[in-house]
T-cell receptor, first 108, second 113 residues
Framework: GEDVEQSLFLSVREGDSSVINCTYTDSSSTYLYWYKQEPGAGLQLLTYIFSNMDMKQDQRLTVLLNKKDKHLSLRIADTQTGDSAIYFCAEWDYKLSFGAGTTVTVRA | KAGVTQTPRYLIKTRGQQVTLSCSPISGHRSVSWYQQTPGQGLQFLFEYFSETQRNKGNFPGRFSGRQFSNSRSEMNVSTLELGDSALYLC????????????FGSGTQLSVL
């Protein structure tokens, strides 16, 4: 579970949907997470999914999991300026292993 | 319910000094984990304490240590500071029962000069 990879940057227009992608390597059952970090702040837990699930929806957030490809995505519907932040995916294996983070910039 | 509280928020130290950071977890949480965040290495796991015992440890030198008290509050200590120890140190708390949701504090920003 050491290699979690994410694309580094995403620019999206306000009101559009954002899709942030992540790949992980651990093949065992585990929890997968999405965290948000705003400038000068800690990590905010957005949502999580267990690896035996395909999808989880929570208000504007939808998590999709493709177990075969070990691919995780976070979709943010109706993206707002307050969604500008760094988003980290992480997998659990007695500790959190994080990706490098995707910087999301929302433009008007 | 109060969140995870870390103190101090900022610290400036010089090389060779030592530093102690404090973390108060969410009430009822028995596990406290520490992570280091740097621009170059990203987020890396330091160690986890559960019921006053170190349960897991990351790949950091022995200069990094921690402890947990009976009220679940935790401290981490870094001795003989090096320039490369400059980082945001994040504390996370959880119930510690296996189905983990980790909640993070705002962090302590340590600058080593």
């Amino acid at each position: 579970g050491e290699d979690v990879e994410q694309s580094l940057f995403l620019s999206v227009r306000e009101g559009d949907s954002s899709v942030i992608n992540c790949t992980y390597t651990d093949s065992s059952s585990t929890y997968l997470y999405w965290y948000k970090q705003e400038p000068g702040a800690g990590l905010q837990l957005l949502t999580y999914i267990f690896s035996n699930m395909d999808m989880k929806q929570d208000q504007r957030l939808t998590v999709l999991l493709n177990k075969k490809d070990k691919h995780l995505s976070l979709r943010i519907a109706d993206t707002q300026t307050g969604d500008s932040a760094i988003y980290f995916c992480a997998e659990w294996d007695y500790k959190l292993s994080f990706g490098a983070g995707t910087t999301v910039t929302v433009r008007a | 319910k109060a969140g995870v509280t870390q103190t101090p928020r900022y610290l400036i130290k010089t090389r060779g000094q030592q530093v102690t950071l404090s973390c108060s977890p969410i009430s009822g949480h028995r596990s406290v984990s520490w992570y280091q965040q740097t621009p170059g290495q990203g987020l890396q796991f330091l160690f986890e304490y559960f019921s006053e015992t170190q349960r897991n440890k990351g790949n950091f030198p022995g200069r990094f240590s921690g402890r947990q008290f009976s009220n679940s509050r935790s401290e981490m200590n870094v001795s003989t500071l090096e320039l490369g120890d400059s980082a945001l140190y994040l504390c996370a708390s959880s119930l510690g029962e296996g189905t983990e949701k980790l909640f993070f504090g705002s962090g302590t920003q340590l600058s080593v000069l």
